[in-house]
Structures are given as structure tokens and as C-alpha cells.
């Protein structure tokens, strides 16, 4: 017996509600292929029956969804003694965490308070995208502010929909981010300015570097997680103190020699990262913006 034949409808869900026999009759239907066999259906027939039941896990994902939706906006998972939706799912429906956070994700995008995303949630249930697409559409949808017309945002969404039956995932994820660019390009360039400084922000709070000095006052170290801005600026000034044809910098220009060319790279990027330090201000007080990184200075060999 399966476990949906297992949970008879509770006495909350009213005789009106015909969840409970639906999803009984499609698991009694699911339990009734168990030994039927594909060994012997050629390759046209299991893409197709494969294509047909993933139509129909896409109309199952889209319940799942709609039930965590309706679970995550009652705020049911605090009253249960859970610390949020997700954390229920992993420990009373035995959810891994990701897939968790993927149901979760599914639910706020399609079954959230906004009814802009219902022509999606609509065609996963009938199966014309999957669930991983949905979310990609919905979200697309999202993005667009309100000042945007609704036509125009409703032929966006359709479109999307149309070219998800021939389109890859990460394909349909650049198409939905152009479409947004070009349906709304204020708006767009707004969210992307406001995901590259949370992205800097979740750096910066775990940047960390680690200083080792020894005995004689030579140091060695390492850094981690450094913001992705900072990364590219401080690899531009390395690249450039470390070109081999240089002039090395002295306090008399007639006497600068070019570096030496057969040095290996990690060698001349050392030395033009002791040559950007030597030119720091000795004077003054440190940039602001650093207060959550952490700074680590030991004084052994390891």
C-alpha cells in the first residue's frame, strides 16, 4: 500500500476538498505501473513516456508547491516548533535541504501573494514546463517593476513559456534575463546594482587574512574570499607592477631597469605585491568599509 493510501483525509480538510482523493488515485495509478515493463519499448516510445512523465511530475511539483506556498504564508513552520519552512520540510517530510530550499524557492515564486506569475504556474500544471523553468519564468516576471505595462509584461511571460519547450535551463535563463533588460532596463540595472552590492556585502563578511610572521620578520600568508570588485582591482594593479618590460620604480628614473623577463609569474606578482605595499600612505586612517573582515596574524612557521 502506498503511503497516500496510507493518510486518509484529516477531519480539517472538509468533505469539499478533493485533494485528498486526487492524489489517491494518482498514486494508485503510479503504484499500478510498478511492473510494467520499458525494456522492450524502442528509443522514440521511451522518450515519449519519458517526456509524458515528466509532464506529470511537473503537475505534481506544482501541488507540492502551491501546499508549501499556502504552509509558508500561514507561517505554519513556527507554530509547529520548526524555525522556518524550509526546516520543516527536512525534518518532517524528509526533504534534503537543497531540494528544501528548491520547493521553497518554487513556492514563493509561483504561489506568493503577486498573482503575475499564474500563466506559468498554469502551463506546469499542464505539464508545457518543468518546475526548474517555472521558477525561471516567474522570477523573469517578478523582476519587472509595476511601471511596466501589463501587456507588456503578459507577452513576456507567454514568450518565455513558448521557448521553454525548446530551450535548456541555462538557456532559458539568459533569454528571461535579456528579456527583463529589454522590457525594463531601468528596473533591471536597479536589481543588478542592488545583487552586486548584496554580493560584495556576503564577501566582505567572510573575507579573512592570515599573516604569519617569523623570527627573522619575514612574513608569508593568505587571503580568502576576497569581493569580486576588489579581486578584479587588485589583480589589474598586480598585472600591471608585474609586467617583465617595466622599468622598476626608483627614486631616480635614469637609473630604472627593466624587470627581469624569466622570472617566474607568481615570482613577479610577489614582487609587485611588496611594491604595491611599499607604496601605500604611511599616514592617515584606513578606508572605511572593512569592519567585517577578519584579520589573522600568528607567529610561527606553519
Not at 523582476?143 to 501589463?150: L, Q
Request: hydrophobic share 45%; aromatic share 2%.
Amino acid at each position: 500500500m502506498s503511503i497516500i493510501e496510507q493518510q486518509p483525509a484529516t477531519s480539517g480538510t472538509g468533505g469539499g476538498d478533493p485533494l485528498p482523493s486526487v492524489l489517491a488515485g494518482v498514486g494508485t495509478a503510479l503504484a499500478d505501473l510498478m511492473d510494467v515493463p520499458v525494456w522492450s519499448a524502442p528509443d522514440v516510445d521511451l522518450d515519449q513516456h519519458l517526456a509524458q512523465a515528466l509532464a506529470v511530475k511537473a503537475a505534481a511539483d506544482e501541488v507540492v508547491a502551491r501546499l508549501v506556498g499556502e504552509m509558508d504564508a500561514r507561517a505554519m513552520a513556527h507554530r509547529v516548533g520548526a524555525s522556518s519552512t524550509r526546516a520543516h520540510l527536512v525534518a518532517t517530510h524528509r526533504m534534503s535541504r537543497p531540494e528544501a530550499g528548491r520547493v521553497v524557492a518554487a513556492a514563493r515564486a509561483l504561489h506568493g501573494p503577486s498573482m503575475a506569475a499564474e500563466p506559468t504556474r498554469r502551463a506546469q500544471v499542464r505539464g508545457q514546463v518543468w518546475a526548474e523553468q517555472a521558477v525561471v519564468i516567474a522570477t523573469a516576471v517578478h523582476r519587472v517593476s509595476d511601471s511596466v505595462d501589463a501587456a507588456a509584461v503578459d507577452r513576456l511571460q507567454r514568450d518565455l513559456i513558448t521557448h521553454a519547450h525548446r530551450l535548456g535551463y541555462e538557456q532559458l535563463q539568459q533569454l528571461a534575463n535579456h528579456a527583463v533588460e529589454v522590457v525594463d532596463p531601468e528596473g533591471a540595472d536597479a536589481i543588478i546594482e542592488a545583487q552586486l552590492t548584496a554580493q560584495d556585502k556576503a564577501a566582505r563578511a567572510g573575507t579573512e587574512f592570515v599573516l604569519q610572521i617569523a623570527p627573522d620578520g619575514t612574513g608569508s600568508g593568505r587571503f580568502r574570499q576576497l569581493p569580486a570588485i576588489t579581486t578584479a582591482m587588485l589583480k589589474k594593479y598586480l598585472d600591471a607592477l608585474a609586467t617583465p618590460h617595466r622599468a622598476t620604480p626608483t627614486h631616480h628614473p635614469d637609473t630604472a631597469q627593466p624587470q627581469p623577463t624569466d622570472l617566474p609569474y607568481s615570482t613577479r606578482m610577489g614582487q609587485a605585491f611588496c611594491e604595491l605595499i611599499d607604496h601605500l600612505p604611511t599616514e592617515g586612517h584606513p578606508q572605511h568599509g572593512v569592519a567585517n573582515a577578519t584579520i589573522v596574524v600568528t607567529l610561527d612557521h606553519d
